[in-house]
């Protein structure tokens, strides 16, 4: 979890001795750090809108917040003054045990209610950033969700996953830390310039005019460690990757004698790391050498001038004692806003990406009025002068005047050559997406017309790969149909030949299947798949190469559970294996988005065209 860090007076009151705590204290302000994550920037913070919107959503946890960090401010700024009067009252000599008890005891109260409020503080900004970034991802999710495929055509899905993690993890940051810091260095900054004011005017503009000068120093060294810093991670991630690519093709490295060569090559990504660090190193070691140059110089400075002060009795030891501490906070404060900026604009970067995603509008919707679809379902399909394109290739139709009708019952198979638009007939009729001219037609009723939702649970789907879940068997079977018995889920499993296997599991319908199935053969996730599409009870039935991968025992016992599965259901096959489409009742052959032949196996067979040419080389090369 993101947080801030709840020791406000860290910059000040450094852990540890000597130069080298100072100097980490006063790198704790800059904007630098070894950490240092690259992150989207805006221009503005206006997209910080929807962010901010979404935390006023929670206003007795903001309340709650606010008040404790009013608390701790006001807790910071009262250790210098309880220490101001310690050595002016407790250290004189002339106090007594009691006047030095209670004056630590007043200390030791301020302590308490300063650890108590950054408690407070720190769980509810943290609480803040967490619920604002899990509701954020949960509406962007429901948005996602509604959009159709041609969104994730142009959109990667893994650009996508990266915002809603790296880019929801700054957002939590704003919320959870940066906000707060930014109010409370604010805070303590005001009322610790108010307090140097009443402790001592002139050494407080000697102090204000100092403090630039330390300050400014720090940031450009900061900036400056950032983009090393990120080129630096840039080459560990160079490391990851160069491991990542080398050990997952290690049989073809030692199969072709090259593990010296990639032994040289990973040597010279390692050296550019250690060149990229060496700079870091160099940067960092210049910027602690000024950082203490400058800071131990500003001190030494006042406390000198303090020291003359004092010894004019013009002011106390414990003034300069509580200046001292009390500028020390103030330059912190003013360092830390320093960093603010910077994050917020990250964050505006990051909300930026993320309203994207949430204003991203389905292409593929329900008309106002969606016409119904007529009952009981029939299975007809019509397509008549379809033409498409893919967003993504607009050049390209993958689909040319197309016509074809099918009728309730029919089984349909659909070959030809790869990129022929085989795949691109199972989108459409999925209403996945509208083609651009033509229209298709389910039971009569033209899709654009009617409620996605409705035409597809008119469809049931078996993939080519079988596409399983990380869940257990019961949930991938009822996919289709979630309110499905236990005793209905296995009448569709021993319909798939797939009982048998799924019996045989170590916790039966509650085994987890694992990622993706993994669990599983791929014949045994295909005859699942199968099962699935069977619980569904669908009119249509959409088969998409669904034995091209198996073996031959498995291709048996799936094409056995198919042809269960087919009867008296309207059916669209799609196989490259011609050997599988021999029994449908037509046969379409595509090439270039149009139908060049149709008819049964037999007839095709005997023309000698398109599928007689790909029906003799692929049973030429099973025979061989």
Same mark, same amino acid.
């Given at each position: 979890?993101?947080?801030?860090?709840?020791?406000?007076?860290?910059?000040?009151?450094?852990?540890?001795? @000597?130069?080298?705590?100072?100097?980490?204290?006063?790198?704790?302000?800059?904007?630098? @750090?070894?950490?240092?994550?690259?992150?989207?920037?805006?221009?503005?913070?206006?997209?910080?809108r929807m962010v901010f919107?979404?935390?006023?959503? %929670?206003?007795?946890?903001?309340?709650?917040?606010?008040?404790?960090?009013?608390?701790?401010?006001?807790?910071?700024?009262?250790?210098? %003054?309880?220490?101001?009067?310690i050595i002016d009252e407790?250290?004189?000599?002339?106090?007594?045990?009691? /006047?030095?008890?209670?004056?630590?005891?007043?200390?030791?109260?301020?302590?308490? !209610?300063?650890?108590?409020?950054?408690?407070?503080?720190?769980?509810?900004? $943290?609480?803040?950033?967490? *619920?604002?970034?899990?509701?954020? *991802?949960?509406?962007?999710?429901?948005?996602?969700?509604?959009? $159709?495929?041609?969104?994730?055509?142009?959109?990667?899905?893994?650009?996508?996953?990266?915002?809603?993690? $790296? /880019?929801?993890?700054?957002?939590?940051?704003?919320?959870?830390?940066?906000?707060?810091?930014? #109010?409370?260095?604010?805070?303590?900054?005001?009322?610790?310039?108010?307090?140097?004011?009443? =402790?001592?005017?002139?050494?407080?503009?000697?102090?204000?005019?100092?403090?630039?000068?330390?300050?400014?120093?720090?940031?450009?060294?900061?900036?400056?460690?950032?983009?090393?810093?990120?080129?630096?991670?840039?080459?560990?991630? &160079?490391?990851?990757?160069?491991?990542?690519?080398?050990?997952?093709?290690?049989?073809?490295?030692?199969?072709?004698?090259?593990?010296?060569?990639?032994?040289?090559?990973?040597?010279?990504v390692v050296e550019n790391?250690?060149?990229?660090?060496?700079?870091?190193?160099?940067?960092?070691?210049?910027?602690?050498?000024?950082?203490?140059?400058?800071?131990?110089?500003?001190?030494?400075?006042?406390?000198?001038? @303090?020291?003359?002060?004092?010894?004019?009795?013009?002011?106390?030891?414990?003034?300069?004692?509580?200046?001292?501490?009390?500028?020390?906070?103030?330059?912190?404060?003013?360092?830390?806003?320093?960093?603010?900026?910077?994050?917020?604009?990250?964050?505006? @970067?990051?909300?930026?990406?993320?309203?994207?995603?949430?204003?991203?509008?389905?292409?593929?919707?329900?008309?106002?009025?969606?016409?119904?679809?007529?009952?009981?379902? *029939?299975?007809?399909? $019509?397509?008549?002068?379809?033409?498409?394109? %893919?967003?993504?290739?607009?050049?390209?139709?993958?689909?040319?005047?197309?016509?074809?009708? !099918?009728?309730?019952?029919?089984?349909?198979?659909?070959?030809?050559?790869?990129?022929?638009?085989?795949?691109? !007939?199972?989108?459409?009729?999925?209403?996945?997406?509208?083609?651009?001219?033509?229209?298709?037609?389910?039971?009569?009723?033209? =899709?654009?017309?009617?409620?996605?939702?409705?035409?597809?649970?008119?469809?049931?789907?078996?993939?080519?790969?079988?596409?399983?879940?990380?869940?257990?068997?019961?949930?991938?079977?009822? %996919?289709?149909?979630?309110?499905?018995? &236990?005793?209905?889920?296995?009448?569709?499993?021993?319909?798939?030949?797939?009982?048998?296997?799924?019996?045989?599991?170590?916790?039966?319908? &509650?085994?987890?299947?694992?990622?993706?199935?993994?669990?599983?053969?791929?014949?045994?996730?295909?005859?699942?798949?199968?099962?699935?599409?069977?619980?569904?009870?669908?009119?249509? #039935?959409?088969?998409?190469?669904?034995?091209?991968?198996? &073996?031959?025992?498995?291709?048996?016992?799936?094409?056995?559970?198919?042809?269960? =599965?087919?009867?008296?259901?309207?059916?669209?096959?799609?196989?490259?294996?011609?050997?599988?489409?021999?029994?449908?009742? *037509?046969?379409?052959? #595509?090439?270039?988005?149009?139908?060049?032949?149709?008819?049964?196996?037999?007839?095709?067979?005997?023309?000698?065209?398109?599928?007689?040419?790909?029906?003799?080389?692929?049973?030429?090369?099973?025979?061989?």
């Amino acid at each position: 979890m993101h947080g801030e860090t709840p020791d406000n007076t860290r910059a000040a009151l450094p852990e540890g001795d @000597g130069p080298e705590a100072a100097s980490a204290a006063f790198e704790a302000i800059s904007p630098a @750090g070894d950490e240092a994550e690259p992150a989207p920037k805006s221009r503005t913070l206006a997209p910080l809108r929807m962010v901010f919107g979404t935390a006023l959503q %929670y206003p007795r946890e903001i309340a709650l917040a606010l008040v404790a960090l009013v608390i701790t401010s006001a807790a910071t700024l009262a250790i210098p %003054y309880r220490f101001k009067v310690i050595i002016d009252e407790a250290f004189t000599g002339n106090a007594s045990e009691t /006047d030095i008890g209670h004056a630590f005891q007043y200390l030791l109260m301020i302590v308490v !209610i300063l650890g108590l409020g950054t408690a407070l503080r720190f769980y509810f900004v $943290s609480w803040l950033g967490e *619920r604002v970034v899990a509701d954020i *991802r949960l509406k962007v999710q429901e948005n996602l969700l509604r959009l $159709s495929p041609g969104f994730y055509e142009v959109n990667s899905p893994k650009e996508i996953s990266s915002r809603m993690t $790296s /880019d929801t993890a700054i957002i939590e940051n704003v919320v959870g830390t940066t906000v707060s810091v930014a #109010l409370r260095n604010t805070l303590t900054g005001i009322g610790g310039i108010g307090f140097l004011v009443y =402790l001592a005017p002139s050494l407080t503009l000697g102090l204000l005019i100092g403090i630039p000068l330390v300050v400014v120093p720090i940031v450009y060294f900061g900036r400056k460690i950032r983009a090393v810093s990120r080129t630096s991670q840039d080459r560990i991630a &160079d490391v990851g990757a160069y491991i990542t690519e080398v050990l997952s093709a290690m049989k073809i490295v030692q199969s072709f004698g090259q593990e010296r060569r990639e032994g040289e090559r990973f040597a010279g990504v390692v050296e550019n790391t250690f060149d990229t660090a060496r700079r870091r190193i160099l940067l960092r070691a210049s910027m602690t050498t000024v950082v203490i140059l400058l800071v131990f110089g500003g001190v030494v400075l006042v406390m000198w001038r @303090g020291a003359l002060a004092v010894a004019a009795g013009e002011i106390s030891g414990g003034t300069i004692a509580a200046f001292v501490l009390t500028g020390g906070l103030v330059a912190g404060a003013l360092g830390a806003l320093t960093e603010v900026y910077g994050d917020l604009l990250r964050g505006a @970067g990051a909300a930026s990406r993320l309203a994207e995603l949430l204003e991203a509008k389905p292409e593929i919707a329900a008309p106002a009025r969606p016409e119904r679809l007529p009952e009981p379902p *029939r299975g007809s399909l $019509s397509f008549r002068n379809v033409t498409f394109r %893919y967003p993504a290739r607009p050049e390209t139709a993958a689909l040319r005047d197309f016509t074809l009708e !099918i009728e309730p019952g029919e089984t349909i198979a659909i070959v030809g050559p790869s990129g022929a638009g085989k795949s691109t !007939i199972f989108q459409l009729v999925e209403r996945f997406y509208d083609p651009q001219g033509g229209t298709i037609r389910m039971d009569g009723v033209p =899709l654009t017309s009617a409620d996605p939702a409705d035409i597809r649970a008119r469809l049931a789907l078996v993939p080519q790969d079988g596409v399983l879940f990380s869940a257990n068997a019961r949930d991938n079977l009822r %996919y289709g149909k979630w309110d499905a018995t &236990d005793e209905q889920i296995w009448d569709a499993a021993r319909a798939a030949n797939a009982e048998s296997f799924l019996r045989a599991l170590p916790q039966g319908l &509650d085994t987890y299947l694992g990622e993706g199935g993994t669990q599983l053969s791929g014949g045994q996730q295909q005859r699942v798949a199968i099962a699935r599409a069977l619980l569904r009870d669908a009119p249509i #039935l959409l088969l998409d190469e669904a034995t091209s991968a198996l &073996d031959a025992e498995s291709e048996q016992l799936v094409q056995q559970a198919l042809e269960g =599965l087919m009867k008296d259901r309207t059916t669209l096959v799609i196989a490259h294996r011609l050997a599988t489409v021999r029994a449908a009742d *037509r046969i379409v052959v #595509l090439d270039e988005g149009r139908i060049v032949e149709q008819g049964t196996h037999d007839a095709l067979t005997k023309a000698g065209g398109l599928y007689a040419r790909l029906a003799r080389l692929q049973f030429a090369a099973d025979a061989a």
